[in-house]
């Protein structure tokens, strides 16, 4: 089976792009980090072609940990670096060192830890396909309420780039997509559950998007027809 794995795939983007990569033909390990009713649930959904795995991404220990348990399922052939956290809305002046280390354990370490176990597995294997989750707000810089997590997406493209250009003659693609502001929980927990509602008229297209189309560029990058296609990063953001 070609196994692909998906962090922070309980909800929102995540589990929607766990669905359509099952729709696709691969299985899928959905990875959690406290959400388990949700993810078995979703496993449930998907059936013998999905599992859950729980792991603390911020941890390099259960990074180790989490690919150990992916050995025992079969070759790795997609890695999605969707797990991503942002704090409550805030100005600069409200942030202080613990936020910060939080974002960016979770947002950058996070993701560059997986690269590094999935690289480490693909190298032996032919290659495969990496897409890291990024967000707009890289590129806007979400200036009043998330200049952290901008940041942190900033450094993950910045990751995307280099990385992509390491590896590629191991055979392994790395890309990324830039969701613009998408209707998932996310908002709740920066403290405005409304966001999406409020932002979307703003946007060219004249509204926020679904998780579903952003599952869709994922699974591009991650299929053979996107196999000339290593360090891009795609802006799925209705035009922002």
Not at 5 to 14: C, D, H, N, P
Not at 119 to 130: D, F, H, K, P
Request: proline residues 3%.
């Amino acid at each position: 089976m070609k196994w692909v794995l998906v962090t922070g795939g309980s909800r929102g983007i995540g589990a929607a792009i766990a669905r359509l990569a099952v729709a696709r033909g691969y299985a899928v390990a959905v990875n959690y980090r406290r959400r388990a009713e949700e993810a078995e649930k979703l496993v449930a959904e998907l059936g013998g072609a999905a599992v859950a795995l729980p792991a603390d991404l911020s941890r390099e220990s259960e990074v180790v940990r989490l690919f150990a348990q992916l050995d025992k399922l079969g070759p790795l052939c997609g890695l999605v670096n969707n797990a991503g956290i942002l704090e409550r809305q805030s100005d600069i002046l409200g942030m202080d060192e613990g936020r910060l280390q939080r974002v960016f354990a979770t947002n950058v370490f996070g993701p560059i830890l997986c690269c590094r176990e999935a690289v480490r597995r693909m190298s032996t294997q032919g290659g495969g396909a990496i897409v890291n989750i990024s967000s707009i707000a890289a590129r806007l810089g979400s200036p009043g309420e998330y200049v952290d997590y901008a940041a942190s997406k900033g450094a993950l493209d910045t990751f995307t780039i280099g990385l992509a250009r390491e590896v590629a003659s191991r055979g392994i693609r790395v890309n990324g997509v830039r969701p613009g502001v998408i209707h998932t929980e996310i908002h709740a927990s920066g403290g405005e559950a409304g966001r999406a509602e409020r932002l979307g008229p703003g946007a060219p297209l004249g509204r926020s998007g679904q998780p579903e189309e952003i599952a869709g560029a994922v699974l591009w990058l991650l299929s053979e027809e996107a196999s000339y296609t290593t360090g891009a990063i795609l802006d799925v953001s209705g035009g922002r």
